[in-house]
C-alpha cells in the first residue's frame, strides 16, 4: 500500500473549485504523532556561532549554495512536510492535495493563513513564478535552468490557494508526491523586477541586486539585524506565526530570537560556550566529547551532554577527486589514492572509533536507492603501490615520493574548510607515504572552500554534501555540468554510460525501477573511484547549558540536530527556561554546584 493512501480523503464538488475535475478525492493526514512538547516556552535568545559569513543571501545564482541557504530556503516550509519519525506525508504549505489521471499532475489546497514575513499574504501564483524565475538565465543558475525547464511542465494557479503542478513526464503516485512536496515558492512581489529586458519577470541585475537582500521567508523566522562579517539575527515572527495553525508546527521554534556570530575558530567558540556566551555547542568531535568537557561548567553541572542516534540518510562525500587535473585522470592513480587512504586508522586513531566507514562514496541509508553491495577499497599501501606503478610511478625520490618518467610527483593538494580538521589530514599524509603518495594541506576559510571546489579549482576536496531520500545523480554525474564552475560535479567525471543511466532514472515512471537504476549508477561511480569514501556518525552529540530544554522524547528517526548550531537543521522542537538560566548565572557567581548531566538517547541506536 502507498503511503498516500494513508491520508484521510475529502471528495468535494469540482464547482468549489475552477478548472479542477470532476470529484477530485483530496488528501491530507493529520493522523501522525506530535513530537514538540506543550511545556515548552515562548521568548528569549538562543546564542549560537558560524565559522564563516556568508558569500550572499542569494539563494539561486552564484555561490548560492552555500551552507547558509539552510537557513534561508532549504529548512523554510514547503509544500509537504514529511514526519521525522513514520515518514509518512502531512501537510505544510498544503493542507490537501489531490492527483490527476494523467500520472503527471497533482493539485494542492494552500493554507490560506500562510504569509510571507513581510506580511504578505502566499498565493498560489507564487508557484508559478517560482517556476519562472527558475528558467530565468537571469540568476545565472544552470541547474536550476535546466531542471525546472526539463522535469516540470507548467504550474497554474486555479484560484489564489489552489495550485496545479504538471511534470513532464508520468510517474507513480509516490514520486508525484516526492518530486511535489520539497517545492518552495518565491515571494513574487518583492523579486518584481526594476529592469527587465527579457520580459521574463526576473530582474536583469538580479544576481547583483538581491546578493545581500534577504528575501521574506515564510518560516517562523526571517533575516533581522545583520552585522557584515561579524553576526546575524533571525528574528521569529511572533506567536501569531501562521504555521501554528498547522498542528505539527505546535509548541516548535520557540525562541525570540537566533542570535549568530561569526567566530571562525571552533576552539575559540567552544571557549564563548564555556564562559556561558554561546547556549550549545555540538560535541562531534571526540577530544571534545571526552576531554573538553572534563572542565568545571561540565562537572559543575553548569553545561549539560547528550548523545542521541538518529536513522538520517547520508548524502554523498569524503574525498572527491578532480579528474580535470593532472594525473586525477587515470583510474590506477584514484585507486591507488583510494588504497593509500587509511580512513578505517583514522577512525581508530583520531576518532576513538566512534564513527563508522561509509562504504558508498554516493551516500547511504537511502533504502532500496542505496547499493548495499559496494565496499570501500581498504587501506593497503602495497595494492597502492601497484596502481600507481601501472600509472607510470614507477620511480622514488629522495624524500619517498614516487615521481613518473615526467618526473611528476605523486603530490595533490587536499581543500579543506576548517582547521579542525588538519590534525585528521595530517594521520592520512603520514599513512599515504608508505605508499609513496604526498597529500599537502589546502585549508580555505569556511564558505570560501566549497566555492573554490565550487569553481572546480581544488585537486582533492574533503567535504560532504547532504542529501534527500531519493538521491539526485544529474547535478554530480552528467557532462552537462563536466568542466563547468558553479556546479555539484565537483569530479568533473562523466561517461555516455552514465549520463545514459541518470536520464533513465530522472525519466523512469516507476518508483522500483528508479531503485534499481539508482543502484547501478552508485556501481559505475564507485567503480571509476572518484569519491573515496569518509566516515559517518549514526548519531548527534551536543553541548548546552541547562537552561535549554527539550522534549521527554528528544529524538526522532530523521533528526539532524537537537538543538540550532550554526545551522537550522533541527526541528525547533528545544526552549529556554528563563527561570533556569537565571538560576543558573546566580550559581555560577556563587560558585555552587548542581549533579553533572549526561543524556544518552539510544532508541534507534543500531542494533
Not at 528558467?135 to 484560484?159: F, G, V
Amino acid at each position: 500500500m502507498r503511503r498516500t493512501l494513508l491520508a484521510t480523503a475529502l471528495l468535494l464538488p469540482a464547482a468549489s473549485w475552477a478548472g479542477l475535475p470532476d470529484n477530485v478525492e483530496w488528501l491530507t493526514n493529520n493522523n501522525e504523532p506530535l513530537f514538540a512538547s506543550p511545556d515548552a516556552q515562548f521568548g528569549g535568545t538562543l546564542r549560537t556561532a558560524i565559522s564563516s559569513f556568508p558569500q550572499t543571501f542569494r539563494t539561486a545564482g552564484p555561490d548560492g549554495n552555500g551552507a547558509f541557504r539552510v537557513w534561508l530556503l532549504d529548512k523554510q516550509p514547503q509544500l509537504l512536510q514529511r514526519h521525522p519519525d513514520t515518514l509518512n506525508y502531512i501537510p505544510d504549505l498544503a493542507t490537501h492535495w489531490a492527483f490527476g489521471e494523467d500520472n503527471k499532475t497533482i493539485y494542492l489546497k494552500l493554507n490560506p493563513a500562510a504569509k510571507w514575513s513581510d506580511g504578505q499574504p502566499l498565493k498560489a501564483s507564487d508557484f508559478s513564478y517560482m517556476l519562472q524565475f527558475y528558467r530565468s538565465k537571469d540568476i545565472i543558475d544552470p541547474w536550476y535552468n535546466t531542471y525546472y525547464s526539463t522535469q516540470i511542465e507548467r504550474i497554474d494557479a486555479l484560484d489564489d490557494h489552489t495550485v496545479e503542478l504538471v511534470f513532464s513526464k508520468e510517474m507513480d503516485h509516490d514520486a508525484l508526491l516526492y518530486f511535489t512536496h520539497r517545492l518552495k515558492p518565491r515571494a513574487e512581489h518583492f523579486l518584481k523586477p526594476k529592469t527587465d529586458k527579457n520580459n521574463d519577470g526576473v530582474d536583469d541585475n538580479y544576481v547583483r541586486r538581491f546578493n545581500f537582500k534577504p528575501e521574506p521567508t515564510l518560516g517562523a523566522y526571517h533575516v533581522g539585524k545583520i552585522r557584515k562579517g561579524k553576526s546575524i539575527t533571525m528574528q521569529h515572527i511572533g506567536e501569531d506565526w501562521w504555521g501554528y495553525t498547522n498542528r505539527y508546527y505546535k509548541h516548535r521554534y520557540n525562541v525570540d530570537k537566533i542570535r549568530i556570530k561569526v567566530i571562525r575558530d571552533n576552539d575559540i567558540a567552544f571557549k564563548h560556550f564555556e564562559k556561558g556566551d554561546l547556549d550549545v555547542y555540538a560535541m562531534g568531535r571526540p577530544e571534545i566529547w571526552y576531554d573538553k568537557s572534563q572542565s568545571k561548567p561540565f562537572k559543575n553541572g553548569y553545561i549539560h551532554r547528550f548523545w542521541g542516534y538518529n536513522q538520517m540518510e547520508v548524502g554523498a562525500g569524503g574525498f572527491w577527486l578532480n579528474t580535470a587535473k593532472p594525473m586525477l585522470d587515470d583510474l590506477n592513480v584514484r585507486k591507488g589514492i583510494a588504497h593509500a587512504l587509511n580512513v578505517d586508522g583514522l577512525n581508530k586513531k583520531v576518532f576513538r572509533g566512534d564513527f563508522s566507514r561509509k562504504q558508498n562514496g554516493l551516500g547511504v541509508g537511502l533504502g532500496p536507492y542505496t547499493n548495499e553491495d559496494l565496499s570501500a577499497l581498504p587501506f593497503d599501501a602495497s595494492a597502492a603501490i601497484k596502481h600507481f606503478e601501472q600509472a607510470g610511478f614507477t620511480q622514488i625520490s629522495s624524500d619517498g615520493i614516487r615521481v613518473n618518467d615526467k618526473k611528476q610527483r605523486l603530490s595533490f593538494a587536499v581543500t579543506y574548510s576548517h582547521q579542525v580538521v588538519t590534525p585528521q589530514l595530517a594521520y592520512l599524509k603520514e599513512q599515504a607515504k608508505a605508499a609513496g603518495l604526498e597529500l599537502t594541506m589546502n585549508l580555505v576559510d569556511g564558505s570560501s572552500a566549497f566555492k573554490f571546489a565550487l569553481e572546480k579549482k581544488h585537486e582533492i576536496s574533503y567535504h560532504s554534501m547532504g542529501t534527500a531520500p531519493r538521491p539526485q545523480y544529474w547535478e554530480y554525474f552528467h557532462s552537462a555540468n563536466a568542466g563547468k564552475t558553479q556546479n555539484n560535479n565537483f569530479t568533473n567525471y562523466s561517461t555516455p554510460e552514465l549520463d545514459a543511466l541518470i536520464m533513465q532514472y530522472r525519466g523512469v515512471f516507476s518508483s522500483k525501477e528508479k531503485e534499481r537504476l539508482s543502484r547501478e549508477i552508485q556501481r559505475q561511480v564507485h567503480e571509476a573511484s572518484v569519491i573515496v569514501p569518509g566516515v559517518m556518525a549514526p548519531y548527534i552529540r551536543s553541548g548546552y547549558w541547562r537552561w535549554m530544554k527539550y522534549p521527554a522524547n528528544p529524538m526522532q528517526k530523521k533528526t539532524e540536530a537537537l538543538f540550532t548550531i550554526g545551522r537550522m537543521d533541527d526541528f525547533g522542537t528545544y526552549w529556554i527556561d528563563q527561570e533556569v538560566k537565571k538560576a543558573t548565572q546566580k550559581a555560577v557567581k556563587k560558585g555552587q554546584r548542581f549533579d553533572p548531566v549526561t543524556v544518552m538517547d539510544t532508541k534507534y541506536k543500531p542494533q
